[in-house]
């Protein structure tokens, strides 16, 4: 298990990590969320004590990473893919790490296997791609064969199979009861991957939950409909529900308007324009995504954002 208590990072005036509190027990994805600056990597890198906490703890298994007496077998992580010697193979990269935490050497094939390096791997690291980098960076993270696996946006440079390829990988380790941690801004795939969330924001946490509970409880029920009545319906509609145009309306031949319906189920909004005599060509209703939860939570907590992103 992963036990961060109280975590706190200052930065002089600054805390990047506040008062932070959760846990993350095996058999089970744990995605670690939050905007650009929310202090997921450096709460990482504390958990690994890459950088020391200003106050509070980290733990994985009831100890310091750094008390790990062979770290690589307690946990495998993977937070910079670049983190090789260019002039290295994969295989003398992994060979060195192996050799430092007592792991026998043919392990080092073993994992370049698992992540689908084995014909590459005496190539200089250098000339990988980011996609590759990331696999070397997983195979060691796998090396140690550890109980517990962090990850910080592995998704990175993959391309579709490879993202397929680590979504199955995560939810494996985690049927086989290791701990896992991941973060990514792929919203998509975190919904396909993690069972269970841990949601940050200006350091401070704003949600520890399921998925499903985690999507139920912050999303929008919304209703795409269609029709050549549009301010007629918006009339019916006031006071009950509320309608903006589809951003991502299309032209179907038919002088039909997209508008997408919040606060009324799709059966409340069918019923409302047969009374008032309205056509409807379409009434759809959108299922919540991960992603607009997310939006819709952390909007108060983004550091960082554009004036067109700031007006929406």
Partial sequence: MIDVHELTKRYGDVRAVDRLTFAV?????????????????TTM?????????????????????????????????????????????????LLALAAGNGIPGSRVEEVLAEVGLERVGRRRAGSFSLGMRQRLGIAA???????????????????????????????RMAAEGRTVLMS???????????????????????????????????SRREVLVRTPQPEQLRRLLAGRGTARPDDADVIDGTDAVGL???DLTAAEIGAL????????????????????????????SVEFRTDGEAAR
Avoid: C
């Fill in 273 to 300: 324009a047969a009374q008032g005599g309205v056509t409807l060509h379409q009434l759809t209703p959108r299922q919540p995504s991960l992603e607009q939860a997310f939006m819709d939570l952390t909007r108060d």
């Fill in 184 to 218: 990514s801004h792929l919203m998509s795939e975190m919904e396909l991957t993690a069972d269970h969330l841990v949601v940050i924001g200006r350091g401070r946490l704003i949600a520890d939950t399921s998925m499903t509970a985690f999507i139920d409880a912050h």
């Fill in 45 to 93: 890198r504390m958990i690994l004590g890459l950088d020391a906490a200003s106050s509070g703890t980290a733990r994985v298994n009831g100890r310091r990473y750094v008390a790990q007496p062979t770290p690589l077998r307690a946990v495998g992580a993977l937070l910079d893919p670049g983190a090789v010697l260019p002039s290295r193979t994969a295989y003398h990269h």
């Fill in 260 to 262: 997408v319906v919040s």
């Fill in 141 to 171: 993270a796998l090396l140690g064969d550890p109980p517990v696996l962090i990850f910080d946006e592995p998704l990175n440079g993959l391309d579709p199979e490879g993202i397929v390829w680590i979504r199955s990988l995560m939810r």
């Fill in 25 to 41: 027990p095996p058999g089970r994805v744990t995605g670690f969320l939050g905007p650009n600056g929310a202090g997921k990597s």
